[in-house]
């Protein structure tokens, strides 16, 4: 079979990213289980969820620090790099790299479209949007790209305290989304800021850390070391300290939209951490056993998209759940 203009070939594999890719997805899955297994309302009140006992709480709480956001930031700044790889690597084979890019991401959106009209947790439909801008901005210094990626989750934290400070604990609005998950009015508005600006702030990260080597794993085991530490040092209290705020409060509905404060502000800190042990795992298995590369292993077919892998880890996971 003969491969595509642009098919990667297996030699051409950045292996972290595939790393990356791998662990991302199958961490999304345990976001995602929420909304499988529980009301609406519990993915951002876990309370409503019909936490009973200890063993619920420690795997809600577990779920809200260590995985909730971080793992769709970390695949955000995956498809942030990804716009830049796949316009530069269509330039260098004399494609015209901005078109192919946009017709792409036309594609993309026509399945994120027909994706959303059945799972409302689409995220393709957001990445086709914001795509354009990062593929706009791509030229521009990294630091100028952390810098833009940063004021987006900046913008959602401020934003977030706007709307619950407007809103009156008996407002039919605030209700309707804590305790049945129903999104309209300010709190749609803020939902869709809070979307799409993380998704753009992730976005435009990924780009600046594909642009300084830092995604790929060209970056030296101590600079991941660091990176973890700061990471993790930084992210994991803020994280726990959102949880533990909103788990004092009796999940108070006073709290419902800037209790997520701590969690967004931690995410790209975790996100480095997680990218750097990453990074460390990967650079460490090249002379490993071949079993240790399966996660990584599972994404890296040269002729195979992504798209096509989720597919195939969505069909298997959710067979597991009707089964």
């Known amino acids: 079979m003969t491969s595509g203009p642009l098919a990667t070939r297996a030699a051409e594999r950045i292996t972290t990213l595939d790393a990356v890719r791998g662990v991302a997805v199958l961490g999304i899955l345990t976001m995602n289980a929420v909304a499988f297994g529980l009301p609406a309302a519990a993915y951002a009140n876990l309370d409503a969820g019909g936490s009973r006992t200890a063993l619920d709480w420690v795997v809600g709480g577990a779920g809200e620090i260590f995985a909730d956001q971080k793992f769709m930031g970390l695949f955000s700044m995956l498809f942030g790099a990804g716009v830049v790889l796949f316009a530069e ?9 901005v078109l192919l890019s946009l017709w792409r991401n036309a594609l993309l959106l026509g399945i994120g479209i027909v994706h959303l009209s059945f799972w409302d947790g689409d995220v393709l439909f957001a990445y086709a949007l914001c795509a354009p801008v990062v ?6 210094p990294a630091k100028v790209l952390l810098a833009l990626g940063g004021t987006c989750y900046v913008a959602v934290a401020v934003i977030s305290w706007v709307v619950q400070s407007s809103l009156r604990s008996f407002s039919s609005v605030l209700i309707d989304f804590w305790h049945y ?18 998704a753009l702030g992730a976005m ?3 780009a600046a850390l594909y642009r300084t080597g830092v995604i790929s794993g ?9 990176m973890a530490a700061w990471g993790l040092g930084v992210g994991l209290p803020l994280s726990t300290a959102g949880f ?13 939209v800037a209790g997520t404060i701590p969690n967004t502000l931690a995410t790209v800190p975790l996100c480095l951490g997680y990218l750097s042990l990453i990074a460390l795992w990967n650079s460490a298995r090249e002379g490993a056993c071949d079993s240790a590369s399966a996660p ?16 195939c880890w ?10």
């Open 244 to 256: 533990a705020l909103m788990a004092a409060t009796g999940f108070d509905i006073d709290w419902a």
């Open 135 to 140: 593929l706009a901005l791509r030229r521009l």
């Open 89 to 97: 690597r269509a330039a260098a084979k004399g494609r015209r790299s």
């Open 296 to 311: 990584r292993d599972a994404w890296r077919s040269p002729t195979t998209s992504p798209r096509q892998h989720s597919a």
């Open 181 to 198: 998950g129903d999104y309209y009015g300010v709190i749609e508005t803020w939902f869709l800021a809070d979307y799409f600006g993380r």
């Open 218 to 226: 060209n970056q030296t085991p101590s600079f991941y070391c660091r």
């Open 314 to 323: 969505c069909w298997a996971f959710c067979s597991t759940i009707w089964i």
């Open 204 to 206: 435009l990260i990924g």
